[in-house]
C-alpha cells in the first residue's frame, strides 16, 4: 500500500531513520512532496553562462540543499557541456529520482551504463531508484551487483538495510 506521500510506508519509515546519515548522490532526507515548486525540473535564466565545472559546483550544492529541480537543470547542462562526465549523469539521474522522474532518470541511468559500464555506484543508483519506485526485489538485486563491486561500501551495506527493512515491513 502506498502513503499519502506517494511512498511505500515502509520506505518512508526507513528514511526517516537514515536522514543523518550521508548517502552520497542518492538519500532520501528531505524530499517533500508538498512542495512542487522543488518537485519540478528548474529553468535556468541563463545556461549559456555556465561551463560544466561551474554548472557541476551548482548542482552538488543545489542536491545537497534538496532542491532538486535546480540541480537536475545544472546537471542536465553539465552533461550537455560534457557528454563524458560520470557524475553529471549521476547526479542528474539521482535528481530526476528525487523528483519522481523514473522516466526521465531511466533514460539517464541506460547513458550512463553505455559511459561508464556497470560500476557500484550504477548499480547503486539504479538499485535506490528502484527502491524508491517500491521496487524492492529489483533494488535488492542491484544493490547486491554493487555490493560485490564494491564490498566495504557503507552507503551500498545502508541502501541493502534500507530494502530489508522495507521488504520485512511489507512482507514481500
Known amino acids: 500500500m502506498i502513503g499519502h506521500k506517494g511512498f511505500h510506508p515502509a520506505i518512508r519509515l526507513a528514511a526517516a531513520a537514515l536522514i543523518a546519515l550521508p548517502l552520497a548522490a542518492c538519500s532520501l532526507a528531505g524530499l517533500s512532496t508538498n512542495d512542487n515548486a522543488r518537485l519540478e525540473v528548474a529553468e535556468l535564466k541563463n545556461p549559456g553562462s ?3 565545472d561551474s554548472a557541476l559546483v551548482e548542482a552538488r550544492g543545489h542536491f545537497r540543499n534538496n532542491n532538486f ?3 537536475a537543470a545544472l546537471y542536465k547542462r553539465v552533461v550537455e557541456l560534457a557528454p563524458n562526465s560520470a557524475e ?3 547526479g542528474l ?3 530526476y ?3 519522481r522522474r523514473f522516466d526521465l532518470s531511466d533514460r539517464v541511468y541506460a547513458s550512463l551504463f553505455k559511459l561508464s559500464g556497470g560500476t557500484a555506484q550504477y548499480y547503486n543508483n539504479v538499485g ?3 527502491m524508491l519506485r517500491g521496487n524492492l526485489k529489483d533494488a535488492m538485486a542491484n544493490f547486491s551487483k554493487a555490493r ?3 564490498p566495504d561500501s557503507i552507503v551500498i551495506a545502508n541502501n541493502v538495510e534500507l530494502v530489508k527493512r522495507a521488504a520485512a515491513t511489507s512482507n514481500i
Open 69 to 71: 529541480g535546480h540541480s
Open 128 to 130: 535506490y531508484s528502484q
Open 88 to 90: 553529471g549523469y549521476v
Open 50 to 52: 555556465y561551463t560544466a
Open 97 to 99: 529520482d528525487r523528483l
Open 148 to 150: 560485490q563491486l564494491a
Open 93 to 95: 539521474g539521482a535528481s
